[in-house]
């Protein structure tokens, strides 16, 4: 059901930025590669109904842009993990479904799942009770869904608990069961074994609910990883009705090994504030982490772990300059990351990628993720609220 409540409005993560020669950072939002990934994402479920994942701000990308973008591609249905996620995309204007992972959090979450129309994911029979009166309240059935634990273990009711769990919600006035899904933890390795282990432990769970005379809705499985996979997981559990991709939608592979037609979205940039020359046994930056073994030119960018550069990239990642990469040297500060240029052509004014794909070249997420020792989701979704999303195409 879609909500047609709410008022339009900006997100309340990052603004929309327009460049300006002097601004200090941007990050240009590829609204075309989204479209391209959104359709790639399609081709996989093959039929199977799609609900786009746009948590953390749209993995830092805006999830109200990215929302109203799929929208208009075609894509009815969205997830997020808080209420305050959903709330904002409700405040956007987005009426379509938005699924609730987190759950609720008490009964000030739940009345406000019931007043905005979101469904969401009942972990425990606990969450019922907030639920049932937060929709008593409100006068209205309230859609929720069940996640079941099959090898995750975080969040879910366990898997020997479920069919109790779905017959409590069957049982209830005021809550209708829409969906039943599990959580893939490996499905991102080269061995799906494990993912195949799961997919067993889920259809004893949907068999004996079924003997049970109980209906668990819409069924689904796949993230981006399991969705990459392709057949091998899909003929596994051929009753899935949907998929949740997210990582992909972003133009990232969950790993290098998967398969599929990607165009990274987010391309991380900057310009070079300033070159010096430095003679050989100079320190550069906090704790003089590098020294230069050769007279050569640092040049400054104006960006830091404040800005989602992680510190781990010091001494490891590299930025893109005049279709070149130079290294990162010395400590990433809060606000300032230096690069050994040597005696290239490197002046200040110049732009600087990176991640992502410029004018001069690329510089892929994944690379510079493993660089920093981290994941892609993890740079994607820390570049910060100071650097201006602009959204192209």
């Not at 204007?93 to 609720?104: K, N, R, S, T």
């Not at 099959?150 to 109790?164: E, I, L, N």
């Not at 992909?248 to 998967?258: Q, T």
């Amino acid at each position: 059901m879609r909500y047609a409540g709410g008022r339009p409005g900006e997100s309340r993560g990052n603004r929309v930025g327009e460049e300006q020669s002097g601004q200090r950072a941007w990050a240009r939002i590829d609204r075309e590669a989204l479209r391209a990934n959104y359709a790639e994402a399609l081709r996989h479920a093959a039929g199977r109904a799609l609900i786009a994942v746009i948590k953390a701000d749209g993995y830092g990308h805006g999830a109200v842009e990215v929302a109203r973008t799929l929208g208009r591609a075609g894509c009815g249905r969205f997830a997020v993990v808080t209420v305050d996620e959903a709330c904002s995309l409700r405040d956007a204007g987005i009426g379509a479904p938005i699924l609730v992972l987190g759950g609720v959090h008490g009964p000030s979450e739940a009345r406000e799942l019931a007043a905005r129309e979101l469904c969401p994911v009942v972990h425990a029979a606990a969450d019922a009770v907030l639920l049932e009166a937060a929709a008593e309240r409100a006068g209205r059935v309230l859609d929720v869904q069940v996640e079941v634990d099959t090898g995750m273990s975080r969040m879910g009711v366990p898997a020997q608990q479920a069919v109790a769990l779905l017959s409590r919600l069957d049982a209830s006035a005021s809550l209708a069961l829409t969906g039943t899904f599990t959580h893939l933890a490996r499905a991102d390795e080269s061995q799906l074994q494990p993912s195949f282990e799961q997919l067993r432990c889920f259809r004893e769970v949907l068999r004996d609910a079924r003997r049970a005379g109980l209906a668990p809705g819409e069924v689904h499985v796949s993230n981006s990883a399991g969705l990459l996979v392709g057949e091998a997981l899909r003929g596994a559990l051929p009753e899935t009705s949907a998929v949740r991709p997210g990582l992909m939608l972003y133009g990232a592979r969950p790993a290098p090994h998967l398969p599929g037609k990607l165009r990274p979205v987010m391309s991380f940039c900057t310009r070079v504030r300033m070159v010096r020359s430095v003679q050989a046994g100079t320190g550069v930056g906090y704790a003089a982490l590098f020294r230069a073994e050769r007279d050569t030119r640092i040049a400054t960018l104006p960006v830091g772990y404040a800005d989602g550069v992680p510190v781990a990239a010091s001494n490891r990642g590299a930025a893109l300059v005049r279709g070149r990469r130079f290294p990162i040297v010395g400590r990433v500060s809060m606000d300032s990351v230096t690069l050994d240029v040597g005696d290239a052509p490197v002046e200040a004014g110049d732009e600087a990628l990176l991640f992502g794909v410029g004018a001069q070249g690329a510089l892929p997420v994944e690379e510079a993720a493993e660089a920093a020792g981290t994941l892609s989701y993890e740079l994607l979704v820390r570049v910060g609220r100071r650097v201006p999303r602009r959204y192209e195409g």
